[in-house]
T-cell receptor, first 110, second 112 residues
Framework: GQQLNQSPQSMFIQEGEDVSMNCTSSSIFNTWLWYKQDPGEGPVLLIALYKAGELTSNGRLTAQFGITRKDSFLNISASIPSDVGIYFCAGQGGGQKLVFGQGTRLTINP | SQTIHQWPATLVQPVGSPLSLECTVEGTSNPNLYWYRQAAGRGLQLLFYSIGIGQISSEVPQNLSASRPQDRQFILSSKKLLLSDSGFYLC???????????FGQGTRLTVV
């Protein structure tokens, strides 16, 4: 079945730093989604990507759909304390169900 | 606008007791509905999905079952809980044909 490898698993950064995380797939995806989950809450959709090479922004967040269709990247610029949480990538391809990465836990030191 | 309600938020149940978690969606018709389980704040595992009333697909063998008695209602059940059923359960919905899933607030289940 389809598998996603999300990295890094965790990040410890200073407030104001930029953040980068990525997901790679063992197969081609038609859709990449990025979610953020706050403690004790359900994941919230941040960005949706539908075309290879697509670059989409949502405020300080920017995500890209890799040209090979097997990877995606999420960048957060000038991090702030409310960016803390777990970020998940999710992908779907070939009529399969949405597959989630294992998450990147972001911790920000003030 | 669409909203999804999931309850209860937390639940502590003894081993061997039954379980019923409920999820309802408002503001949309004929959604796809999903139950996920999340262990230790990490990845999401799809348990069940439904494309319509009475239509349930199970993704993994387990001690749980799901039902969809109404278009916008999805229920997760167990006849006898196991310790290993503890976790964070999330309900989600999506529009037919769309990959974008929208999640409820989750239920933290602790089996003791």
């Amino acid at each position: 079945g389809q598998q996603l490898n999300q990295s890094p698993q965790s990040m410890f950064i200073q407030e104001g730093e930029d953040v980068s995380m990525n997901c790679t797939s063992s197969s081609i995806f038609n859709t990449w989604l990025w979610y953020k989950q706050d403690p004790g809450e359900g994941p919230v959709l941040l960005i949706a990507l539908y075309k290879a090479g697509e670059l989409t922004s949502n405020g300080r967040l920017t995500a890209q759909f890799g040209i090979t269709r097997k990877d995606s990247f999420l960048n957060i610029s000038a991090s702030i304390p409310s960016d803390v949480g777990i970020y998940f990538c999710a992908g779907q391809g070939g009529g399969q169900k949405l597959v989630f990465g294992q998450g990147t836990r972001l911790t920000i030191n003030p | 606008s669409q909203t999804i309600h999931q309850w209860p938020a937390t639940l502590v149940q003894p081993v061997g007791s039954p379980l019923s978690l409920e999820c309802t969606v408002e503001g949309t018709s004929n959604p796809n509905l999903y139950w996920y389980r999340q262990a230790a704040g990490r990845g999401l595992q799809l348990l069940f999905y439904s494309i319509g009333i009475g239509q349930i697909s199970s993704e993994v063998p387990q001690n749980l079952s799901a039902s969809r008695p109404q278009d916008r209602q999805f229920i997760l059940s167990s006849k006898k809980l196991l310790l290993s059923d503890s976790g964070f359960y999330l309900c989600a919905w999506s529009v037919k044909g769309s990959s974008e899933a929208f999640f409820g607030q989750g239920t933290r289940l602790t089996v003791v």
